[in-house]
């Protein structure tokens, strides 16, 4: 893998720009699809296939896009991820990190930050949204430079997002104007409904015969039954691939084109007892936040591609930008990945952090990542993701060397992102009501 060191802004994709700027002959801006998906793991949609989805319009984004093997969120629960992924900035700074099974409220994000919404619609861009989740509640800050933002409560279904899209396709497709569209997707979350037929596929079914008994709401049924981690991820697959014919029909119905551009992302993974716990927010490893990342830019440029070079959530909408020609706001932490594209860049280390049951910071540079886990009594895990990408090994008593050199620019890294930290952010209580919602979701106890 590439060493560390200054990732240089890509020349062939700024040349392409500014030639075309400089001529008066830059093309039509493209209409762009950013499409998040709640609890995805990155090997649902990329991994062996007994381990995967059956994903065929994730699939031809890929084929006609970029594909990027090693994405990862920044935190492993939905409000600082999410929060990463809409300002460029890490949870760190932007504020939007706390979290404990006593707590009824969320930072709401700050009115300062420039997100993807108000970065495109200064560019002349209509900017409207359609969302699940309680954490993405317009109150909380998400909703910040959209004309419309729809939010559809704490568990929506992927056809419901997408039919309240399509209901008002006309609004947004039919100004003339280009336009930008967020959609959030839900289903992958616990509860792990079979969603039929998806169900029925080879690959689930073959996880599926050990489930008798199992079938409707899989998540729900207590850990301690025979068989539970097998059923649950039967369940939690065909909720995936659910989740991918939702979002065809969504890119179908709004007429999305090769001239345009698609991002899907994920806010973070999914465990399934492969360290012992199950669903996420308490840990930083692989399967709670190495997540899919693909983008179809428009024309297909460079189709096909597989980046291999680990990127982080926090740097998608820079790298967007600067596709776009678009100069990216300042307060952005995340750097443009689209060196990494073209074969130009060099990739830097990714700094991670959960801090809700209990607190955890990381760091992933290459083929190697550092966790530091708890405070009073903390203890450190080194792994080599290239010769033990399940991390079963703790390495760092053996490569201590190692292990201090990353926690040295972890450290480092920590601190001056604290430094920057937006500080008095203002608090939304959750009512009643919605408090129930999130005991029922996991997030508290």
């Known amino acids: 893998m590439p060493g560390i060191g200054p990732r240089p802004r890509s020349t062939t994709i700024m040349a392409v720009v500014l030639g075309l700027a400089a001529t008066g002959c830059a093309p039509p801006r493209p209409n762009i699809v950013l499409v998040s998906i709640d609890t995805l793991r990155a090997d649902a949609v990329y991994g062996k296939s007994n381990r995967r989805a059956e994903t065929p319009v994730l699939d031809g984004l890929a084929e006609r896009g970029v594909r990027f093997e090693y994405a990862y969120a920044p935190s492993s629960w939905t409000a600082p991820s999410m929060a990463t992924l809409v300002s460029g900035m890490h949870p760190i700074t932007h504020g939007v990190t706390k979290g404990s099974p006593k707590a009824f409220n969320q930072k709401i994000l700050h009115g300062r930050i420039v997100t993807w919404a108000e970065a495109l619609k200064e560019a002349g861009y209509r900017t409207h949204a359609v969302v699940t989740n309680g954490h993405l509640l317009a109150d909380l800050g998400f909703d910040q430079g959209f004309d419309t933002y729809r939010h559809l409560g704490w ?13 008002h396709k006309e609004e947004i497709a039919g100004s003339g104007e280009p336009w930008f569209v967020w959609l959030h997707y839900y289903d992958p979350h616990l509860s792990y409904l079979w969603r039929y037929p998806f169900a029925k596929s080879e690959s689930i079914q073959k996880l599926a015969e050990k489930c008798a008994g199992y079938r409707g709401n ?43 551009l698609v991002v899907v992302a994920a806010d973070h993974g999914e465990e399934f007892r492969e360290h012992g716990g199950k669903e996420h927010g308490f ?23 597989v980046v291999e070079s680990p990127v982080g959530l926090v740097d998608v909408l820079p790298s967007v930008l600067e596709y776009l020609g678009i100069k990216p706001s300042h307060l952005y932490q995340g750097k443009s990945f689209l060196g990494l594209v073209t074969g130009e860049g060099e990739q830097r280390p990714l700094i991670l952090a959960v801090d809700r049951f209990r607190r955890v910071i990381g760091i992933v540079d290459g083929r190697w990542k550092l966790l530091k886990i708890g405070d009073k009594n903390r203890r ?28 040295e620019i972890l450290i480092d890294s920590y601190q001056e992102m604290k430094r920057r930290r937006f500080k008095k952010l203002e608090t939304r209580d959750f009512d009643r009501d919605e408090v129930k919602m999130l005991k029922a979701m996991g997030y508290i106890e």
């Not at 568990?155 to 399509?166: C, F, H, K, P």
């Not at 539970?228 to 890119?251: K, M, P």
């Not at 899919?292 to 428009?298: G, K, S, V």
Request: aromatic share 8%.
């Open 155 to 167: 568990e929506g279904n992927g056809n419901v997002v997408t039919r309240s899209l399509l209901d």
């Open 218 to 260: 899989v998540g729900r049924v207590t850990s301690r039954r025979p068989n539970w981690t097998v059923c649950a991820r039967a369940g939690y697959l065909s909720e995936v691939a659910a989740t991918d014919a939702a979002i065809g029909q969504a890119l179908d119905g709004l007429g999305v084109r090769d001239r345009d």
């Open 283 to 305: 840990t930083l490893y692989e399967e709670v936040t190495r997540v899919p990342l693909i983008i179809a830019f428009p024309n297909r440029w460079h189709a096909g591609n």
């Open 380 to 407: 450190f895990e080194l792994y080599d993701l290239a010769n033990d990408p399940h991390e079963r090994k703790n390495l760092y008593a053996e490569r201590r060397e190692i292990g201090d050199r990353l926690d």
